[in-house]
Protein backbone atom coordinates (compact mmCIF):
# COMPACT_ATOMS: atom_id res chain seq x y z
CA UNK A 1 0.00 0.00 0.00
CA UNK A 2 1.02 3.70 -0.72
CA UNK A 3 0.89 6.33 2.10
CA UNK A 4 0.34 9.61 0.98
CA UNK A 5 2.31 12.22 2.91
CA UNK A 6 1.79 16.06 2.59
CA UNK A 7 2.96 19.23 4.27
CA UNK A 8 0.72 21.74 2.08
CA UNK A 9 -0.41 24.58 3.83
CA UNK A 10 -4.22 26.03 2.77
CA UNK A 11 -5.87 28.23 5.03
CA UNK A 12 -9.52 27.32 6.90
CA UNK A 13 -10.16 26.44 10.09
CA UNK A 14 -12.59 27.08 13.37
CA UNK A 15 -14.62 26.18 16.54
CA UNK A 16 -13.63 24.02 20.19
CA UNK A 17 -15.54 21.73 22.54
CA UNK A 18 -17.73 24.80 22.98
CA UNK A 19 -19.07 23.92 19.37
CA UNK A 20 -22.83 25.26 18.54
CA UNK A 21 -25.25 22.11 18.56
CA UNK A 22 -26.38 20.58 15.52
CA UNK A 23 -29.17 22.01 12.92
CA UNK A 24 -29.65 21.65 9.47
CA UNK A 25 -31.81 23.21 6.60
CA UNK A 26 -30.72 24.92 3.26
CA UNK A 27 -31.69 28.28 5.12
CA UNK A 28 -31.01 26.53 8.85
CA UNK A 29 -33.86 24.57 10.28
CA UNK A 30 -35.70 24.88 12.70
CA UNK A 31 -35.63 22.77 15.25
CA UNK A 32 -39.39 21.86 17.32
CA UNK A 33 -38.07 22.56 20.82
CA UNK A 34 -41.89 21.90 22.34
CA UNK A 35 -42.34 25.71 21.91
CA UNK A 36 -44.97 25.11 19.22
CA UNK A 37 -47.60 22.06 18.02
CA UNK A 38 -45.81 19.71 15.34
CA UNK A 39 -47.85 20.20 11.96
CA UNK A 40 -51.09 17.87 11.78
CA UNK A 41 -50.32 15.76 9.08
CA UNK A 42 -52.44 14.70 6.29
CA UNK A 43 -54.49 11.71 6.90
CA UNK A 44 -52.27 9.53 3.93
CA UNK A 45 -49.17 11.23 5.47
CA UNK A 46 -46.46 8.04 5.80
CA UNK A 47 -42.89 8.58 6.00
CA UNK A 48 -40.47 6.15 5.41
CA UNK A 49 -36.68 5.36 6.03
CA UNK A 50 -34.16 3.45 4.11
CA UNK A 51 -30.73 2.53 5.40
CA UNK A 52 -27.62 1.48 3.38
CA UNK A 53 -25.50 -1.41 4.27
CA UNK A 54 -24.55 -0.07 7.31
CA UNK A 55 -27.78 -0.59 9.14
CA UNK A 56 -29.74 1.10 12.14
CA UNK A 57 -26.59 0.17 14.76
CA UNK A 58 -23.98 1.74 12.95
CA UNK A 59 -23.29 4.15 15.56
CA UNK A 60 -23.09 7.00 12.07
CA UNK A 61 -25.12 8.64 9.50
CA UNK A 62 -27.77 6.08 9.37
CA UNK A 63 -28.49 5.75 13.16
CA UNK A 64 -28.59 9.11 12.97
CA UNK A 65 -31.05 9.09 10.28
CA UNK A 66 -33.02 6.89 12.28
CA UNK A 67 -33.25 8.95 15.12
CA UNK A 68 -34.35 11.90 13.35
CA UNK A 69 -37.14 9.93 12.21
CA UNK A 70 -38.45 8.40 15.41
CA UNK A 71 -38.38 11.66 16.79
CA UNK A 72 -40.16 12.73 13.93
CA UNK A 73 -42.81 10.16 14.24
CA UNK A 74 -43.17 10.73 17.89
CA UNK A 75 -44.08 14.24 18.00
CA UNK A 76 -46.38 13.79 14.73
CA UNK A 77 -47.98 10.77 16.48
CA UNK A 78 -48.11 8.90 13.59
CA UNK A 79 -46.08 5.44 11.92
CA UNK A 80 -44.11 5.38 9.31
CA UNK A 81 -41.73 2.16 8.12
CA UNK A 82 -37.63 1.97 8.41
CA UNK A 83 -36.14 -0.42 6.20
CA UNK A 84 -32.80 -1.65 6.79
CA UNK A 85 -30.46 -2.69 3.86
CA UNK A 86 -28.01 -5.02 4.99
CA UNK A 87 -26.37 -5.60 1.48
CA UNK A 88 -26.53 -3.38 -2.13
CA UNK A 89 -28.86 -6.01 -3.39
CA UNK A 90 -31.68 -4.95 -1.05
CA UNK A 91 -31.79 -0.86 -2.29
CA UNK A 92 -34.04 -0.77 -5.08
CA UNK A 93 -36.42 -3.84 -4.04
CA UNK A 94 -36.72 -1.98 -0.37
CA UNK A 95 -37.73 1.02 -2.05
CA UNK A 96 -40.37 -0.88 -3.84
CA UNK A 97 -41.68 -2.36 -0.65
CA UNK A 98 -42.18 1.22 0.67
CA UNK A 99 -43.52 2.73 -2.46
CA UNK A 100 -46.07 -0.41 -2.32
CA UNK A 101 -47.00 0.33 1.12
CA UNK A 102 -47.83 3.70 0.45
CA UNK A 103 -44.97 5.76 1.74
CA UNK A 104 -45.71 9.39 0.73
CA UNK A 105 -42.07 10.63 1.72
CA UNK A 106 -39.23 8.42 1.83
CA UNK A 107 -35.42 9.01 3.27
CA UNK A 108 -32.51 7.26 1.17
CA UNK A 109 -29.52 7.05 3.74
CA UNK A 110 -26.49 7.60 1.68
CA UNK A 111 -24.46 7.78 -1.25
CA UNK A 112 -25.14 4.00 -2.22
CA UNK A 113 -28.75 4.45 -2.48
CA UNK A 114 -28.57 7.56 -5.21
CA UNK A 115 -29.38 5.47 -8.40
CA UNK A 116 -32.48 3.21 -6.86
CA UNK A 117 -33.91 6.92 -5.34
CA UNK A 118 -33.42 8.33 -8.57
CA UNK A 119 -34.89 5.61 -10.27
CA UNK A 120 -37.80 4.94 -7.77
CA UNK A 121 -38.48 8.50 -7.64
CA UNK A 122 -39.01 9.07 -11.65
CA UNK A 123 -41.31 6.27 -11.38
CA UNK A 124 -43.66 7.68 -8.88
CA UNK A 125 -43.15 11.51 -8.58
CA UNK A 126 -46.77 12.08 -6.53
CA UNK A 127 -43.68 10.91 -3.97
CA UNK A 128 -41.67 13.10 -2.06
CA UNK A 129 -38.31 12.09 -1.41
CA UNK A 130 -35.26 12.65 0.28
CA UNK A 131 -31.50 11.87 0.20
CA UNK A 132 -28.22 11.90 2.78
CA UNK A 133 -25.29 12.64 1.53
CA UNK A 134 -25.58 12.93 -2.31
CA UNK A 135 -26.98 15.26 -4.88
CA UNK A 136 -28.81 12.42 -6.82
CA UNK A 137 -26.76 13.63 -9.63
CA UNK A 138 -26.27 10.29 -11.11
CA UNK A 139 -25.44 12.19 -14.91
CA UNK A 140 -23.13 14.72 -13.13
CA UNK A 141 -24.77 18.05 -14.46
CA UNK A 142 -25.02 19.39 -11.29
CA UNK A 143 -28.63 19.01 -10.62
CA UNK A 144 -30.91 16.40 -8.46
CA UNK A 145 -32.59 13.56 -10.94
CA UNK A 146 -35.51 13.85 -10.12
CA UNK A 147 -37.71 17.37 -9.24
CA UNK A 148 -39.09 15.35 -6.30
CA UNK A 149 -35.73 14.75 -4.55
CA UNK A 150 -34.75 16.56 -1.71
CA UNK A 151 -30.65 16.14 -1.10
CA UNK A 152 -29.79 16.47 2.32
CA UNK A 153 -26.14 17.58 2.26
CA UNK A 154 -23.39 19.01 4.46
CA UNK A 155 -20.07 20.35 3.94
CA UNK A 156 -18.36 18.69 6.54
CA UNK A 157 -14.77 19.84 5.25
CA UNK A 158 -15.27 23.19 7.71
CA UNK A 159 -15.92 20.89 10.47
CA UNK A 160 -13.17 18.15 9.86
CA UNK A 161 -10.65 21.59 9.46
CA UNK A 162 -10.98 22.06 12.65
CA UNK A 163 -10.36 18.47 13.50
CA UNK A 164 -7.31 18.60 11.65
CA UNK A 165 -6.19 21.40 13.45
CA UNK A 166 -6.62 20.04 16.85
CA UNK A 167 -5.66 16.92 15.46
CA UNK A 168 -2.32 18.44 14.62
CA UNK A 169 -2.18 20.34 18.04
CA UNK A 170 -2.22 17.00 20.22
CA UNK A 171 0.78 15.18 17.79
CA UNK A 172 2.61 18.28 18.13
CA UNK A 173 2.28 18.41 22.27
CA UNK A 174 3.17 14.54 21.72
CA UNK A 175 6.53 15.21 19.75
CA UNK A 176 5.39 12.65 17.07
CA UNK A 177 3.81 15.24 14.53
CA UNK A 178 2.03 12.45 12.82
CA UNK A 179 -1.52 12.03 11.90
CA UNK A 180 -3.60 9.88 9.18
CA UNK A 181 -6.53 9.18 8.01
CA UNK A 182 -8.47 6.76 5.87
CA UNK A 183 -12.03 6.24 4.25
CA UNK A 184 -14.55 3.68 3.37
CA UNK A 185 -15.58 4.32 -0.73
CA UNK A 186 -13.63 7.49 -2.17
CA UNK A 187 -16.88 9.03 -2.92
CA UNK A 188 -17.24 12.95 -2.30
CA UNK A 189 -19.15 12.55 1.42
CA UNK A 190 -16.05 10.50 2.84
CA UNK A 191 -13.29 12.68 0.75
CA UNK A 192 -14.74 15.76 1.96
CA UNK A 193 -14.02 14.65 5.90
CA UNK A 194 -10.39 13.78 4.52
CA UNK A 195 -9.71 17.25 2.48
CA UNK A 196 -10.91 19.55 5.63
CA UNK A 197 -8.83 17.38 8.23
CA UNK A 198 -5.49 17.79 5.94
CA UNK A 199 -6.53 21.44 5.20
CA UNK A 200 -6.50 22.12 8.98
CA UNK A 201 -3.48 20.29 9.94
CA UNK A 202 -1.78 22.89 7.22
CA UNK A 203 -3.57 25.84 8.92
CA UNK A 204 -1.68 24.54 12.15
CA UNK A 205 1.63 24.26 10.78
CA UNK A 206 1.16 27.58 8.95
CA UNK A 207 0.11 29.44 12.60
CA UNK A 208 2.57 27.21 14.17
CA UNK A 209 5.28 26.97 12.36
CA UNK A 210 4.53 23.37 12.85
CA UNK A 211 5.73 20.55 10.48
CA UNK A 212 3.00 17.76 11.20
CA UNK A 213 2.39 14.91 8.79
CA UNK A 214 -0.68 13.74 7.12
CA UNK A 215 -0.47 10.30 6.26
CA UNK A 216 -3.60 8.12 4.38
CA UNK A 217 -4.64 11.14 2.11
CA UNK A 218 -3.36 14.11 0.12
CA UNK A 219 -5.41 16.81 -0.86
CA UNK A 220 -3.41 18.07 -3.72
CA UNK A 221 -3.79 14.43 -5.67
CA UNK A 222 -7.07 13.33 -4.23
CA UNK A 223 -5.09 10.04 -3.43
CA UNK A 224 -5.29 8.24 -0.25
CA UNK A 225 -6.19 4.97 1.63
CA UNK A 226 -9.30 3.47 1.53
CA UNK A 227 -10.81 0.17 2.36
CA UNK A 228 -13.58 -0.31 -0.43
CA UNK A 229 -17.02 -0.10 1.54
CA UNK A 230 -18.34 0.50 4.67
CA UNK A 231 -17.99 -2.55 6.68
CA UNK A 232 -15.89 -3.33 9.67
CA UNK A 233 -13.95 -6.23 8.22
CA UNK A 234 -10.30 -7.48 7.74
CA UNK A 235 -9.92 -5.00 5.13
CA UNK A 236 -10.46 -2.18 7.22
CA UNK A 237 -8.51 -3.02 9.98
CA UNK A 238 -5.54 -3.67 7.67
CA UNK A 239 -6.02 -0.29 5.99
CA UNK A 240 -6.22 1.35 9.32
CA UNK A 241 -2.75 -0.75 10.35
CA UNK A 242 -1.16 0.90 7.42
CA UNK A 243 -1.96 4.19 8.24
CA UNK A 244 -0.68 3.23 12.28
CA UNK A 245 2.26 1.89 10.58
CA UNK A 246 3.34 5.11 9.52
CA UNK A 247 3.83 6.29 13.55
CA UNK A 248 0.80 8.22 13.78
CA UNK A 249 -0.87 8.96 17.05
CA UNK A 250 -4.11 10.33 15.71
CA UNK A 251 -5.91 8.81 13.04
CA UNK A 252 -9.36 9.65 11.42
CA UNK A 253 -11.15 6.54 10.41
CA UNK A 254 -14.54 8.02 7.51
CA UNK A 255 -17.22 5.58 6.66
CA UNK A 256 -19.79 4.64 9.91
CA UNK A 257 -18.75 1.59 11.41
CA UNK A 258 -15.20 0.86 10.16
CA UNK A 259 -14.34 2.79 12.88
CA UNK A 260 -14.42 -0.33 14.89
CA UNK A 261 -11.57 -2.22 12.45
CA UNK A 262 -9.35 1.11 13.22
CA UNK A 263 -10.03 0.73 17.22
CA UNK A 264 -9.39 -2.98 17.00
CA UNK A 265 -6.04 -2.40 15.56
CA UNK A 266 -5.44 0.72 18.18
CA UNK A 267 -5.98 -2.30 20.55
CA UNK A 268 -3.58 -4.91 18.61
CA UNK A 269 -0.74 -2.27 18.25
CA UNK A 270 -0.65 -1.19 22.03
CA UNK A 271 0.02 2.16 21.22
CA UNK A 272 -1.57 5.18 22.37
CA UNK A 273 -3.10 5.98 19.41
CA UNK A 274 -6.40 8.40 19.71
CA UNK A 275 -8.93 8.48 16.73
CA UNK A 276 -11.46 11.14 15.80
CA UNK A 277 -15.19 10.21 15.37
CA UNK A 278 -17.55 11.01 11.98
CA UNK A 279 -20.95 12.18 11.91
CA UNK A 280 -22.36 11.55 15.64
CA UNK A 281 -20.45 11.62 18.73
CA UNK A 282 -18.63 8.80 18.96
CA UNK A 283 -17.22 9.21 22.26
CA UNK A 284 -21.17 9.79 23.65
CA UNK A 285 -22.48 6.60 20.38
CA UNK A 286 -20.28 3.88 21.57
CA UNK A 287 -19.06 3.57 25.50
CA UNK A 288 -16.36 1.24 23.97
CA UNK A 289 -14.19 3.60 22.13
CA UNK A 290 -14.64 6.76 24.23
CA UNK A 291 -11.14 6.37 26.15
CA UNK A 292 -9.58 6.72 22.90
CA UNK A 293 -11.74 9.38 20.83
CA UNK A 294 -10.21 12.68 21.04
CA UNK A 295 -13.18 14.56 19.45
CA UNK A 296 -15.36 13.91 16.24
CA UNK A 297 -16.59 15.59 13.52
CA UNK A 298 -20.23 15.60 13.53
CA UNK A 299 -23.29 16.14 10.94
CA UNK A 300 -26.86 17.29 12.17
CA UNK A 301 -28.40 14.07 10.09
CA UNK A 302 -30.84 13.70 12.77
CA UNK A 303 -32.33 17.18 12.62
CA UNK A 304 -32.41 17.39 8.72
CA UNK A 305 -34.14 14.23 8.60
CA UNK A 306 -36.58 15.46 11.15
CA UNK A 307 -36.93 19.17 9.89
CA UNK A 308 -37.50 17.56 6.20
CA UNK A 309 -40.05 15.22 7.67
CA UNK A 310 -42.12 17.68 9.27
CA UNK A 311 -42.08 20.31 6.28
CA UNK A 312 -43.12 17.26 4.29
CA UNK A 313 -46.07 16.65 6.98
CA UNK A 314 -47.34 19.88 6.66
CA UNK A 315 -47.18 20.21 2.94
CA UNK A 316 -44.40 22.39 2.84
CA UNK A 317 -41.62 19.63 0.81
CA UNK A 318 -38.95 21.51 -1.06
CA UNK A 319 -36.77 19.96 -3.45
CA UNK A 320 -34.40 22.79 -2.38
CA UNK A 321 -31.27 20.99 -1.15
CA UNK A 322 -30.17 21.63 2.55
CA UNK A 323 -26.67 22.48 2.91
CA UNK A 324 -24.96 21.78 6.52
CA UNK A 325 -22.58 24.09 7.55
CA UNK A 326 -21.00 25.47 10.61
CA UNK A 327 -23.02 28.49 10.39
CA UNK A 328 -26.66 26.53 10.11
CA UNK A 329 -24.99 24.40 12.71
CA UNK A 330 -25.38 21.86 10.76
CA UNK A 331 -21.59 20.81 10.98
CA UNK A 332 -19.84 21.05 14.35
CA UNK A 333 -16.95 19.56 16.43
CA UNK A 334 -17.99 17.54 19.34
CA UNK A 335 -16.59 18.59 22.86
CA UNK A 336 -13.09 16.92 23.67
CA UNK A 337 -14.73 15.01 26.80
CA UNK A 338 -12.29 14.01 29.29
CA UNK A 339 -9.37 14.92 26.80
CA UNK A 340 -9.99 18.40 27.28
CA UNK A 341 -8.35 19.01 30.29
CA UNK A 342 -4.89 17.35 28.29
CA UNK A 343 -4.85 19.57 25.37
CA UNK A 344 -2.17 22.26 24.38
CA UNK A 345 -2.90 25.52 26.36
CA UNK A 346 -5.08 27.96 24.45
CA UNK A 347 -6.40 25.49 22.19
CA UNK A 348 -10.37 25.44 22.73
CA UNK A 349 -9.65 29.34 22.09
CA UNK A 350 -8.37 29.06 18.99
CA UNK A 351 -10.39 26.68 17.50
CA UNK A 352 -13.35 29.07 18.01
CA UNK A 353 -11.56 31.95 16.54
CA UNK A 354 -11.14 29.60 13.66
CA UNK A 355 -14.68 28.77 13.73
CA UNK A 356 -16.27 32.63 14.05
CA UNK A 357 -13.45 33.56 10.25
CA UNK A 358 -14.85 30.52 8.75
CA UNK A 359 -18.65 31.33 9.46
CA UNK A 360 -17.68 35.09 8.88
CA UNK A 361 -16.42 33.96 5.30
CA UNK A 362 -12.71 35.56 6.53
CA UNK A 363 -11.23 32.17 5.92
CA UNK A 364 -12.87 29.50 2.81
CA UNK A 365 -12.53 25.92 3.31
CA UNK A 366 -11.96 24.96 -0.36
CA UNK A 367 -12.24 21.40 -0.60
CA UNK A 368 -12.97 19.95 -4.33
CA UNK A 369 -15.82 18.04 -2.74
CA UNK A 370 -17.46 20.10 -0.90
CA UNK A 371 -21.46 20.63 -1.44
Not at 270 to 298: H, N, R, Y
Request: proline content about 4%; aromatic content about 8%.
Amino acid sequence: MTISTTKKVLGVTGAAALLVSLAGCASAPEENTGGSAAPEPADDFKPCLISDEGGWNDRSFNQAAKEGMDRALEELDIEGIEMESTTPNDYAPNLETLVSEGCSFIVSVGFNLSAATVESALANPEIDYAIIDDLADNDFDGTTDAPNIKPLIFDTAEAAYLGGYAAAAWSEQNGVNKVGTFGGMQIPSVAVFMDGFQLGVDKYNEDKGAAVDVFGWDTATQEGQFTGGFTANDTAKQTAQAVLDQGVDVILPVGGPIYQSAAAAIADSGSDVLMIGVDKDLAVADDTVTDITLVSIMKAIDVAVYDATLEAAAGDFDATPYVGTLENEGVKLSSFHDFEADLPEGLVDELAALQEQIVAGDIVVESPNSP
